[in-house]
């Protein structure tokens, strides 16, 4: 699927590496541990930076190995209080929108390795370093950079997870709302650790404009465990 460009960079479907990925990583790392998250002070962000840089630099963008993200997740890895964790699948944007307005949930992106990466690319180039021109996407090679990093942060995150768990599925999408090829089914419920986690309890939402069943799902907020509203019979 490569391509050489005339400058000699490899030719991706994905966006390329973010512009000024070492000042947007190093000023979300030092927001994250001076203000968002001030417990976290002792955290070195210039390491972090360094670290995540050495794990893709000068690599093939579809070569990644679990191992090269190991001293960086290292690094950055903090507990999560129990009680807290909020997984989600297909929910991205309402999700956040949810923790944004009401600190009870910590999502991934709460914590400092989902805070530095949200919403950003980066890869390699064999030759030139770091490709700011294109990226694999998932379904050109799926040991890319942003996939392999958030698989393992996700599995992380799911480790280190104790008590009721929280998950917010699309029950407004085709496929059905659990996925077994999601990050969330196939990395993060296979990573709860159970003599920690005592329960997980599903959020799912339907679209605003989606079948209109208010009171079914009444009835299933009180009656989480009855078959009609069971994901998986
Ligand atoms: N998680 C996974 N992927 C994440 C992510 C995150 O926190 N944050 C971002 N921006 N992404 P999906 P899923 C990007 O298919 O596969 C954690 C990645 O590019 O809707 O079940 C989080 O803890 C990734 O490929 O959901 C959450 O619980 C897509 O968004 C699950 O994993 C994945 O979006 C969600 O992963």
């Known amino acids: 699927p490569e391509q050489k460009t005339t400058?000699?960079?490899?030719?991706?479907?994905?966006?390329?590496t973010t512009p000024n990925l070492k000042e947007v990583i190093l000023g979300?790392?030092?927001?994250?541990?001076t203000i968002v998250n001030p417990e976290l002070s002792s955290k070195d962000c210039h390491n972090i930076w360094m670290r995540l840089l050495s794990a893709f630099m000068y690599k093939h963008p579809c070569s990644m190995r679990e191992e090269d993200y190991?001293?960086?997740?290292?690094?950055?890895?903090?507990?999560?209080?129990?009680?807290k964790s909020l997984f989600w699948s297909k929910t991205n944007n309402l999700v956040h929108r949810y923790t944004k307005a009401n600190h009870?949930?910590?999502?991934l992106e709460d914590t400092l390795l989902g805070y530095i990466a949200d919403d950003i690319t980066w890869c390699g180039?064999?030759?030139?370093?770091?490709?700011?021109?294109?990226?694999?996407?998932?379904n050109e090679c799926e040991s890319n950079p942003s996939s392999m990093y958030w698989k393992m942060a996700s599995k992380m995150f799911a480790e280190a997870a104790c008590g009721t768990v929280q998950v917010m599925l699309n029950g407004s999408i085709d496929n059905g709302a659990f996925r077994n090829d999601s990050i969330f089914g196939s990395v993060e419920i296979l990573n709860l650790n159970p003599d920690k986690v005592s329960a997980v309890q599903v959020w799912l939402m339907h679209d605003?404009?989606?079948?209109?069943?208010?009171v079914q799902l009444?009835?299933?907020?009180?009656?989480?465990?009855?078959?009609?509203?069971?994901?998986?019979?």
Request: proline share 10%.
């Open 208 to 214: 605003i404009e989606g079948p209109q069943r208010p």
């Open 28 to 33: 979300r790392c030092y927001n994250y541990i």
């Open 104 to 107: 009870d949930f910590i999502t």
């Open 218 to 233: 009444l009835q299933c907020a009180s009656n989480p465990n009855h078959a009609t509203c069971r994901l998986c019979p």
């Open 70 to 83: 190991y001293p960086l997740m290292n690094m950055a890895r903090h507990s999560i209080p129990c009680n």
């Open 125 to 138: 180039s064999s030759d030139l370093g770091i490709n700011y021109n294109s990226c694999p996407k998932r």
């Open 7 to 16: 400058t000699g960079t490899l030719r991706w479907k994905g966006k390329g």
